[in-house]
């Protein structure tokens, strides 16, 4: 389970956008029609077969409780299309809310917040949401930043941050990640972007933001790689696999923990894997030595060694040592203290490399 988001709005985080929300309800038979924006609809990430599948039954089962709602100067829907789908394909009878908005910009910003405020989703959803949140909210500010208040003079980064206990820093990279999400999608379709956000496209966030970068000088190389990633896409209805089964002692996993500014988005080692939790190495940055950590499963995204030319090497270093079979307890120790770390300071370095002459291996 991701760190918990508080919703925004609350007394202490009055959100950046002013939105204007009426009362008027109304009561819909299957003879009547909503407006579909595609642009809305596709903002926010879909449910899954099954999720799909449990919410149509109880819809069938118990009528449509939730009203859908609707922006009331344009009578576009903005939230329940999942609802709508199945109230006009079975014939149930549906209610709507009618919210007042001044612009498409103001719009979006309020679906994202009503996502990230209600919705179980994954670490790169909520990337994607706050990072497309803060362009639009950059939009509808216009630059200025002379508005009068404590709050209001800071920048939108710093607000954003402050409404999502995260660091001004992280809600860049969620900006650079979405719209590194968008490029990629522009180039292999829309369905690219939700296997990036469920995490099927097998992409970790570093990736997909290198990968958007490549687009722009080698646009039909990405969409090559993409149509390769997709390829490689488990069925939905296969069975998955337990987390912590994915998850194996030694590995390397990238950690998104928004609220630890210290070990977002770092990559560490594994040292043990429950049922809920592992326990994985990192470096602490302020005295450069080695400390575990524990995280629950979802904040873990595993990241192939090969992706890390550098470590890659490192291990088949130490793997060549540990088969020699002649190594003392200390050598032992010592390739055991550094299979723990991600990259090596240079006094590591130089131990491996005595260990190595010890033994004469070039």
């Known amino acids: ?27 819909h038979t299957v003879a009547d029609s909503l407006r579909i924006d595609p642009d809305f609809q596709t903002l926010i990430p879909p449910s899954s077969a099954s999720e799909f599948a449990t919410l149509e039954a ?78 639009l909210t950059k939009q509808s500010r216009g630059g200025d930043r002379k508005s009068s208040g404590h709050f209001d003079h800071l920048k939108t980064e710093t607000k954003l941050g402050a409404q999502f206990k995260a660091s001004p820093k992280t809600i860049r990279r969620d900006a650079q ?38 687009a722009r000088s080698r646009p039909a190389k990405v969409a090559k790689t993409l149509q390769g990633r997709d390829q490689k896409v488990k069925p939905e209805g296969e069975p998955t696999i337990a987390h912590h089964l994915t998850l194996k002692i030694g590995s390397l996993v990238e950690v998104y923990a928004p609220d630890r500014e210290d070990v977002n988005g770092r990559l560490g080692r594994i040292q043990s894997v429950g049922e809920r939790t592992a326990t994985v190495w990192m470096r602490h940055i302020p005295t450069v030595t080695m400390h575990l950590y524990t995280f629950k499963h979802s904040a873990l995204t595993a990241v192939p060694l090969e992706n890390q030319p550098g470590l890659q090497e490192i291990c088949d270093r130490t793997d060549r ?38 033994h004469k291996l070039d």
């Open 1 to 27: 389970m991701h760190p918990t988001q508080e919703t925004p709005g609350s007394e202490q985080r009055q959100p950046l956008v002013v939105l204007r929300g009426s009362t008027r309800k109304h009561h």
């Open 58 to 135: 109880s819809i069938q089962d118990k009528g449509c409780r939730d009203p859908l709602v609707v922006w009331a100067e344009e009578k576009i829907l903005i939230d329940g299309h999942n609802r709508y789908a199945i109230c006009t394909a079975h014939g149930i009878p549906y209610k709507t809310v009618e919210m007042s908005f001044d612009s498409p910009n103001t719009v979006k910003v309020w679906m994202l917040l009503n996502q990230l405020g209600r919705r179980n989703l994954t670490s790169e959803s909520v990337s994607y949401l706050r990072g497309t949140w803060y362009e």
């Open 177 to 214: 990640f979405a719209k590194a999400v968008d490029t990629l999608s522009s180039i292999g379709g829309e369905d690219m972007k939700w296997k990036i956000l469920n995490r099927s496209a097998g992409m970790t966030k570093k990736q997909v933001i290198a990968l958007a970068s490549d």
């Open 321 to 358: 040592l540990h088969k020699l079979g002649n190594l003392d307890p200390f050598e032992v120790e010592i390739l055991n203290l550094l299979e723990r770390a991600t990259a090596l300071t240079p006094t590591e370095l130089l131990y491996l490399e005595q260990i190595e002459n010890r």
